[in-house]
């Protein structure tokens, strides 16, 4: 790994819990059974990451299969929150299952898992979603894809899909549930808290708008969790750069920077 980031969370468990933060990924594999232009994308795709990581000695495999060996060396969870894969390919589903299956780890998915190409055009993405992401949830039936959680030495991991730009009102009671558990919590999710698409302060693509009253639990579930005083912080991906923050309503957030880049943050709870 080429850079390991520490994060030291104080809320008084009996003893420190250990969390191992991967995000994107960006697994660029394809199969013989891709199409042409999936199988082109992917190799183009190489580069991009190979530059924007600034060419680091090792691929993002290498580093995917390096965050799961040092999880279970440190004993920590491993959470991983999105992007993957590149976009949704044969090749990428294999890659993804030959390096995480056998491991313990959570999972909350990005926008990149269920997308044709890295840029799949915002009106052609709801007809291509659709029938997408029932496939690929269907290809990692071990994963729950729209939230989990689980208790760690009296610590509460959450993991919420945000991946579609908005929390939907599934989730946001699910969370409302967690929280009557009565435990300290950390979330994780794709999208960080204070991201330009979560809170609109960019234009909506009109073809990609939700109603307004889906806006409406988003923007409150945003104020449930920064008023919620049990969530201790907010942990995403999505920029592939380090970011801390404090979003609005007042929830802590990380931003940790794509592993592409050979880059994980470990997390102490104590
Ligand atoms: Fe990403």
């Known amino acids: 790994m080429e850079q390991i980031i520490q994060t030291v969370l104080e809320t008084g468990l009996e003893k420190p819990v250990r969390i191992l933060h991967a995000t994107d990924v960006h697994l660029v594999e394809y199969a013989a059974e891709d199409p042409v232009e999936q199988q082109e994308h992917m190799i183009a795709r190489r580069e991009v990451f190979r530059k924007e990581a600034n ?22 969870l491993m959470v991983v929150t999105g992007d993957v894969m590149d976009i949704n390919c044969k090749g990428n589903w294999k890659e993804f299952h030959r390096i995480a299956d056998g491991h313990d780890f959570m999972f909350t998915p990005g926008s990149h898992e269920f997308a044709k190409f890295c840029r799949t055009p915002k009106e052609d993405f709801p007809a291509y979603y659709a029938q997408a992401r029932p496939q690929v949830e269907a290809a990692f039936p071990n994963i729950k894809f729209r939230f989990d959680s689980r208790v760690v030495g009296g610590l509460n991991v959450v993991t919420i899909d945000n991946s579609e730009d908005y929390f939907r009102e599934q989730e946001f009671e699910a969370l409302k549930k967690e929280a009557e558990k009565g ?88």
């Open 183 to 270: 435990l300290p919590m950390v979330l994780f999710m794709h999208e960080p808290l204070h991201d330009h698409g979560l809170l609109r302060i960019a234009t909506p693509n009109p073809v990609l708008r939700r109603t307004a009253e889906e806006y409406r639990i988003n923007d409150e579930m945003i104020s449930f969790i920064g008023r919620c005083p049990l969530i201790l912080a907010t942990f995403a991906g999505h920029w592939h750069g380090q970011t801390e923050a404090v979003a609005p309503f007042g929830a802590k957030v990380y931003v940790t920077p794509g592993l592409f880049k050979g880059i994980v943050r470990m997390i102490e709870v104590r």
């Open 55 to 76: 060419f680091p000695p090792h691929t993002q495999n290498e580093y995917f299969e390096e965050a799961f060996r040092m999880a279970e060396e440190q004993d920590a």
